[in-house]
Protein backbone atom coordinates (compact mmCIF):
# COMPACT_ATOMS: atom_id res chain seq x y z
CA UNK A 1 0.00 0.00 0.00
CA UNK A 2 1.13 3.43 -0.84
CA UNK A 3 -0.37 5.64 1.46
CA UNK A 4 -2.38 9.20 0.37
CA UNK A 5 0.89 11.24 2.13
CA UNK A 6 3.57 9.28 0.29
CA UNK A 7 1.51 10.04 -3.12
CA UNK A 8 2.36 12.97 -5.29
CA UNK A 9 -1.24 14.85 -5.38
CA UNK A 10 -0.77 18.26 -7.39
CA UNK A 11 -1.68 20.76 -5.15
CA UNK A 12 -1.92 19.08 -1.60
CA UNK A 13 0.08 21.59 0.24
CA UNK A 14 -2.34 24.40 -0.76
CA UNK A 15 -5.14 24.37 2.07
CA UNK A 16 -7.74 25.34 -0.42
CA UNK A 17 -7.14 22.61 -2.56
CA UNK A 18 -6.93 19.65 -0.60
CA UNK A 19 -7.33 18.91 3.21
CA UNK A 20 -5.24 15.97 5.26
CA UNK A 21 -7.74 14.21 7.70
CA UNK A 22 -7.55 11.60 10.31
CA UNK A 23 -10.83 9.64 10.67
CA UNK A 24 -11.21 8.83 14.38
CA UNK A 25 -12.72 5.20 12.61
CA UNK A 26 -9.87 4.72 10.58
CA UNK A 27 -7.27 2.08 11.69
CA UNK A 28 -5.53 0.81 8.35
CA UNK A 29 -5.09 4.44 7.01
CA UNK A 30 -4.24 6.78 9.44
CA UNK A 31 -4.34 10.24 6.95
CA UNK A 32 -6.28 10.52 3.92
CA UNK A 33 -6.23 13.52 1.51
CA UNK A 34 -9.51 15.05 0.59
CA UNK A 35 -10.36 16.76 -2.33
CA UNK A 36 -11.80 20.80 -1.16
CA UNK A 37 -11.79 22.08 -4.34
CA UNK A 38 -9.76 22.12 -7.64
CA UNK A 39 -10.64 22.18 -11.63
CA UNK A 40 -8.31 19.74 -12.28
CA UNK A 41 -6.07 17.16 -10.31
CA UNK A 42 -3.29 14.46 -10.77
CA UNK A 43 -2.25 11.64 -8.36
CA UNK A 44 1.35 9.78 -9.02
CA UNK A 45 3.35 7.28 -7.53
CA UNK A 46 6.11 4.91 -8.00
CA UNK A 47 6.47 1.61 -6.44
CA UNK A 48 10.56 0.11 -6.74
CA UNK A 49 10.55 -3.59 -7.78
CA UNK A 50 12.91 -4.29 -4.59
CA UNK A 51 10.11 -3.97 -2.61
CA UNK A 52 7.84 -6.91 -4.69
CA UNK A 53 7.79 -10.45 -5.33
CA UNK A 54 9.55 -11.20 -8.62
CA UNK A 55 8.16 -12.28 -11.50
CA UNK A 56 4.83 -11.27 -10.50
CA UNK A 57 1.71 -10.27 -12.42
CA UNK A 58 0.18 -7.03 -10.15
CA UNK A 59 -2.74 -4.79 -9.93
CA UNK A 60 -3.25 -1.29 -9.22
CA UNK A 61 -5.72 0.26 -7.49
CA UNK A 62 -6.83 3.75 -5.96
CA UNK A 63 -8.53 3.72 -2.59
CA UNK A 64 -11.15 6.13 -2.01
CA UNK A 65 -14.52 7.70 -0.62
CA UNK A 66 -16.50 10.18 -2.45
CA UNK A 67 -18.25 12.34 0.04
CA UNK A 68 -22.48 12.63 -0.72
CA UNK A 69 -21.98 15.90 -1.81
CA UNK A 70 -19.24 15.73 -4.16
CA UNK A 71 -18.82 17.47 -7.25
CA UNK A 72 -16.85 16.50 -10.62
CA UNK A 73 -15.68 13.35 -9.86
CA UNK A 74 -18.12 11.82 -13.20
CA UNK A 75 -15.55 13.12 -16.05
CA UNK A 76 -13.98 10.29 -17.43
CA UNK A 77 -9.83 9.91 -16.04
CA UNK A 78 -6.94 9.06 -17.83
CA UNK A 79 -4.85 6.28 -15.25
CA UNK A 80 -1.46 4.71 -16.37
CA UNK A 81 0.60 2.28 -15.29
CA UNK A 82 4.12 2.22 -16.92
CA UNK A 83 7.15 -0.01 -16.64
CA UNK A 84 10.14 1.02 -18.32
CA UNK A 85 8.91 2.15 -21.68
CA UNK A 86 5.89 -0.58 -21.49
CA UNK A 87 2.56 1.30 -19.90
CA UNK A 88 -0.57 0.65 -20.00
CA UNK A 89 -3.35 3.60 -20.48
CA UNK A 90 -6.76 3.42 -19.78
CA UNK A 91 -9.82 5.48 -19.25
CA UNK A 92 -12.14 5.38 -15.80
CA UNK A 93 -13.96 6.76 -13.80
CA UNK A 94 -14.39 7.68 -10.21
CA UNK A 95 -18.17 8.15 -9.67
CA UNK A 96 -20.40 7.81 -12.83
CA UNK A 97 -23.86 9.30 -12.78
CA UNK A 98 -24.71 7.82 -16.47
CA UNK A 99 -24.05 4.97 -17.88
CA UNK A 100 -20.50 4.29 -19.51
CA UNK A 101 -19.32 2.88 -22.41
CA UNK A 102 -17.61 -1.02 -21.39
CA UNK A 103 -14.37 0.31 -21.73
CA UNK A 104 -14.38 2.46 -19.29
CA UNK A 105 -13.17 1.18 -15.72
CA UNK A 106 -15.78 1.60 -12.82
CA UNK A 107 -14.97 1.56 -9.46
CA UNK A 108 -16.14 -1.13 -7.00
CA UNK A 109 -17.83 -1.14 -3.69
CA UNK A 110 -15.52 -2.82 -0.41
CA UNK A 111 -16.32 -5.02 2.04
CA UNK A 112 -14.64 -2.53 4.26
CA UNK A 113 -16.67 0.69 3.12
CA UNK A 114 -13.95 1.90 0.63
CA UNK A 115 -14.03 2.52 -2.68
CA UNK A 116 -11.38 0.70 -5.61
CA UNK A 117 -10.73 1.52 -8.84
CA UNK A 118 -8.27 -0.93 -10.81
CA UNK A 119 -5.85 1.91 -12.42
CA UNK A 120 -3.85 -1.17 -14.18
CA UNK A 121 -1.39 -3.92 -14.30
CA UNK A 122 2.38 -4.72 -14.35
CA UNK A 123 4.63 -7.26 -14.20
CA UNK A 124 7.38 -6.97 -11.78
CA UNK A 125 9.93 -9.19 -14.15
CA UNK A 126 13.59 -8.50 -12.63
CA UNK A 127 15.11 -9.74 -15.80
CA UNK A 128 13.89 -6.34 -17.73
CA UNK A 129 16.15 -3.77 -15.34
CA UNK A 130 13.41 -1.72 -14.91
CA UNK A 131 13.20 -0.67 -11.16
CA UNK A 132 9.95 1.27 -10.77
CA UNK A 133 6.56 0.96 -11.71
CA UNK A 134 4.74 4.59 -11.95
CA UNK A 135 1.33 4.78 -11.60
CA UNK A 136 -0.68 8.14 -12.71
CA UNK A 137 -4.96 9.11 -12.10
CA UNK A 138 -5.28 12.14 -13.69
CA UNK A 139 -8.46 14.79 -15.57
CA UNK A 140 -6.79 17.75 -16.88
CA UNK A 141 -9.11 18.17 -19.44
CA UNK A 142 -13.11 18.96 -17.80
CA UNK A 143 -12.71 22.52 -16.53
CA UNK A 144 -15.63 21.70 -13.93
CA UNK A 145 -15.27 22.10 -9.89
CA UNK A 146 -13.94 19.35 -8.48
CA UNK A 147 -14.72 18.33 -4.72
CA UNK A 148 -15.75 15.47 -2.01
CA UNK A 149 -13.08 12.88 -3.09
CA UNK A 150 -11.34 11.58 -0.03
CA UNK A 151 -7.87 9.28 -0.68
CA UNK A 152 -6.69 6.56 1.51
CA UNK A 153 -3.64 5.59 -1.21
CA UNK A 154 -2.53 3.39 -3.94
CA UNK A 155 -2.87 -0.69 -3.20
CA UNK A 156 -0.65 -3.12 -5.13
CA UNK A 157 -1.26 -6.36 -4.54
CA UNK A 158 -0.35 -9.60 -6.78
CA UNK A 159 -3.38 -11.10 -9.41
Request: hydrophobic share 35%; proline share 4%.
Amino acid sequence: MITARNLKIEHSEKYEHWEWVNDPRETRFTELAELLQVWWFSIKARKNFLELSANTKYGVYLIFRTKQDSEGLDAIQKASVSVGRKGLKKYVCLKPTTAMPPSIGLPIKRSDGWTELELGQFECDNATGDKDAVISIEETKDDNKKTGLIVAGIEIRPI
